[in-house]
């Protein structure tokens, strides 16, 4: 199986800072990563599919690059309430696998 | 609007049995391939089965293999997983999930509350 090597595993940062989290697959994934957004008690949210589509709904200071096996997540503009888990996700061969998550934390 | 509402999850002793639903409703159910995601207390995403928009094709995570069965009732817009030889490395809350076309999941974007499944004597 893929494996994904996501880091930090966490992040302490102000309000308005930006913030970037990184996901590397341990092998060619083409454009076939997406990231999600956990609260605490609650689903995953999704926030990028296909390395850097914005989902319906999603605010414009989130946003995701990469292709192969190199992918990053960015958040502009650190708001209180993107307090939360990130978690990138690949898919291959109708197998999926989940980065380890990145707790993001206000300074 | 779409929902998925799981139901099932229970405290289970090691080796017993459960079987996890998942109603669905606000989207043509069929027309897409349905995932079991898991999270253990404390800890991060596992990907653990996902069942095509028809039913007729099935992929398990090598942890729930020979264990786990999904399957999907279309006729009633419901999903499901059958857990076998619970061990209590199978704690974990169950999500349902979306995926975005009926062949194979790719990423999911409606996700359930999720259900806990708790193995302990």
């Known amino acids: 199986d893929i494996q994904m090597t996501q880091s930090p595993s966490s992040l302490s940062a102000s309000v308005g800072d930006r913030i970037t989290i990184t996901c590397q697959a341990s092998?060619?994934?083409?454009?076939?990563l997406n990231w999600y957004q956990q609260t605490p008690g609650k689903a995953p949210k999704l926030l990028i599919y296909?390395?850097?589509n914005l989902q319906t709904g999603v605010p414009s200071r989130f946003s995701g690059s990469g292709s192969g096996t190199d992918f990053t997540f960015s958040i502009s503009s650190l708001q209180p309430e993107d307090i939360a888990t990130y978690y990138c996700?690949?898919?291959?061969?109708?197998?999926?696998?989940f980065g380890g998550g990145t707790k993001v934390e206000i300074q | 609007e779409v929902q998925l509402v799981e139901s099932g999850g229970g405290l289970v002793q090691p080796g017993g049995s459960l079987r996890l639903s998942c109603a669905a409703s606000?989207?043509?159910?069929?027309?897409?391939?349905m995932s079991w995601v898991r999270q253990a207390p404390g800890t991060g995403l596992e990907w653990v089965s996902t069942?095509?928009?028809?039913?007729?094709?099935?992929n398990y995570a090598d942890s729930v293999k020979g264990r786990f069965t999904i399957s999907r009732d279309n006729s009633k817009n419901t999903l499901y997983l059958q857990i076998n030889s619970l061990r209590v490395e199978d704690t974990a809350v169950h999500y349902c999930?979306?995926?975005?076309?009926?062949?194979?999941?790719?990423?999911?974007?409606?996700w359930g509350q999720g259900t806990l499944v708790t193995v302990s004597s």
């Open positions: 999930a979306k995926g975005v076309i009926a062949a194979a999941p790719y990423y999911f974007d409606y």
């Open positions: 092998q060619d994934i083409s454009n076939y």
């Open positions: 996700q690949q898919y291959d061969n109708l197998r999926l696998t």
């Open positions: 296909d390395a850097s």
């Open positions: 069942i095509s928009g028809s039913g007729g094709n099935t």
């Open positions: 606000g989207f043509t159910f069929s027309s897409y391939a």
